[in-house]
């Protein structure tokens, strides 16, 4: 009888197991230096964002998930640092070697698809360090019908330096190389980016002051002016630093709008104060979403956006040394 009952449980687990096997897919993972710690995952698969903690015990783990369309799982140390992605689907098995010291470093297989990603990532470390732009790009013309190059321009290309040429880069991939799920989100931001309205000449800005009362700031006012649009902890030392050496040189010919979109007034008020600076401060609610900012076309902040007299944007992009040096040429010329 015990052994009838034993058999049973087989079968049942064995068909249980082949039933969840196109169900679900399995990730195992190894971390060198092999350290007993939590990890999250997350993936957006299906409408809607999965997530999970998983314990990785001496350097190994191993957990399930499920996507029944190909989705990008991301693995993060428990203060969301990334350590490792994977391009995902029901019905495989994965496997993943994480450093912790360099991302770069990770070597993923279980499809063809995270082999080739993972080799890329490794093989090209120095040059992703020292311009991921161009070696991505290189990777994509060369490589127009495989999805790798959509995983590339998603997750090592900064559009926000080149949105043009990400947009072209973009439409060179086949359609069969970036499927919509991986893409839709995307494309809704990029395209934000390259309207012409973006590109227009930038108008008065409507920003909650200080004082927690509405006020405007025109661009037209000076010779240039120089909007620089961060949040909390992003306002590091050398933005700060070098605001203040530019406002130094120009004061009198720059307007400058530092506009803030942390999540509440609170964070932004505490950080304006430390800072002590004479430009203008500004809040705007709703972050990057809210009304007004939106129609900047800001993809990520830090953010710079540098105009002419005429609002001409003459920069827009994540540098704050190539916008100092922007507002400095139109100054000179005018003067």
Not at 277 to 295: E, I, M, Q, S, T
Request: one cysteine or more.
């Amino acid at each position: 009888m015990k052994r009838i009952l034993y058999l049973a449980a087989l079968v049942l687990a064995l068909a249980a197991g082949a039933c969840s096997d196109t169900e679900q897919f399995r990730v195992n993972g190894t971390i060198k230096g092999k350290p007993s710690q939590n990890l999250r995952v997350g993936y957006y698969a299906d409408g809607v964002f999965h997530s999970q903690i998983t314990a990785a015990r001496e350097g190994e783990f191993e957990f399930f998930a499920s996507s029944s369309q190909p989705a990008i799982l991301e693995i993060t140390d428990y203060e969301y640092r990334p350590l490792g992605r994977l391009y995902v689907v029901n019905g495989e098995t994965y496997t993943i070697e994480i450093d912790p010291a360099d991302p770069y470093a990770v070597k993923a297989g279980g499809s063809p698809v995270n082999e080739r990603w993972s080799a890329f990532l490794r093989d090209k470390a120095d040059a992703l360090r020292v311009d991921a732009n161009t070696a991505v790009a290189a990777y994509i013309r060369a490589n127009p019908a495989d999805v790798v190059s959509t995983l590339l321009l998603l997750y090592s290309y900064d559009s926000s330096r080149s949105p043009v040429e990400a947009d072209s880069l973009l439409a060179a991939i086949a359609p069969e190389a970036r499927p919509s799920a991986l893409t839709e989100g995307y494309i809704y931001l990029l395209q934000r980016m390259v309207s012409d309205e973006v590109f227009a000449p930038l108008a008065d800005i409507r920003y909650i002051d200080m004082r927690d009362s509405l006020a405007t700031f025109s661009p037209r006012s000076r010779k240039a002016s120089l909007l620089m649009v961060t949040r909390e902890p992003e306002r590091h030392d050398s933005i700060i630093e070098a605001m203040r050496a530019l406002d130094k040189r120009h004061g009198r010919y720059l307007a400058i709008l530092d506009y803030s979109v942390d999540p509440d007034t609170a964070t932004w008020h505490r950080a304006a104060r430390a800072d002590s600076a004479a430009w203008k401060h500004g809040w705007a609610p709703g972050a990057l979403a809210g009304f007004g900012v939106d129609a900047l076309g800001i993809p990520a902040t830090p953010f710079f956006i540098v105009c002419d007299t005429a609002g001409t944007q003459l920069y827009r992009g994540p540098s704050v040394s190539r916008a100092a040096a922007v507002a400095d040429s139109i100054i000179k010329t005018e003067l």
